[in-house]
């Protein structure tokens, strides 16, 4: 399994661009890498998932090199509801497979 | 679409009662569905894996016979906590994934807190 790494929390001021990198040096050629979001006392919320180079949606962007060792979640211009814990998950693409969840990083935006 | 549903949300039971907890998936067919829980300030920690029809799958460290749990259809898993004490006290979410499509993308139900005095 491959295990992830990401800052255990970051601050930032209400309007500016967040970017949380992840570290995941043992990707597997199969592995999608997903990124989740959870506020206090509920679920996970499934953000963005991207496999190489750039992936973007309505919420954020996730920047990922040729050598796919690590991933970086860009969230633009956050808000006071923006503060939650972002995790950072590689896994199997295709296939039943679990997740696993490293510590991930505890967003603090500051108004 | 892909709503899971958790019920209850919030549990208090006595020690040495058994709590059960529901997870469905609302709008699809979930062969694979995943009882994680969570401690305050910690990370999600995956519990077991249920697959429709057959035995769960269970993670090192997760007693089988206390955390029961049963995927009878292809929307419903339970977790039965047996026997439960305080410090079976937690946030319990469970998650799916569908049954068709190639992505891996699991859906999260609300949670379920515990609380076992």
């Known amino acids: 399994l491959a295990k992830t790494t990401q800052p255990i929390s970051m601050d930032s001021y209400e309007g500016q661009e967040v970017n949380i990198t992840c570290s995941h040096n043992n990707i597997a050629t199969n592995d999608y890498i997903t990124w989740y979001q959870q506020f206090p006392s509920q679920g996970p919320r499934f953000i963005i998932q991207g496999y190489k180079t750039k992936v973007t949606n309505e919420v954020a962007s996730l920047f990922i090199p040729a050598d796919r060792k690590s991933s970086t979640l860009s969230l633009p211009r956050v808000s006071l509801s923006d503060t939650a814990v972002y995790y950072c998950?590689?896994?199997?693409?295709?296939?039943?497979?679990?997740?696993?969840f490293g510590t991930g990083t505890r967003l603090t935006v500051i108004p | 679409g892909a709503v899971v549903s958790q019920h209850p949300s919030r549990v208090i039971c006595k020690s040495g009662t058994s709590v059960k907890i529901e997870c469905r998936s609302l709008d699809f067919q979930a062969t694979t569905m995943f009882w994680y829980r969570q401690f305050p300030k910690q990370s999600l920690m995956l519990m077991a894996t249920s697959n429709e029809g057959s035995k769960a799958t269970y993670e090192q460290g997760v007693e089988k016979d206390k955390f029961l749990i049963n995927h009878a259809s292809l929307t419903l898993s339970t977790l039965t906590v047996t026997s439960a004490h305080p410090e079976d006290s937690s946030f319990y979410i469970c998650s799916a994934r569908r049954a068709a499509g190639d992505d891996n993308e699991q859906f999260f139900g609300p949670g379920t807190r515990l609380t076992v005095l």
């Open positions: 998950l590689v896994a199997l693409g295709t296939g039943a497979n679990n997740l696993f």
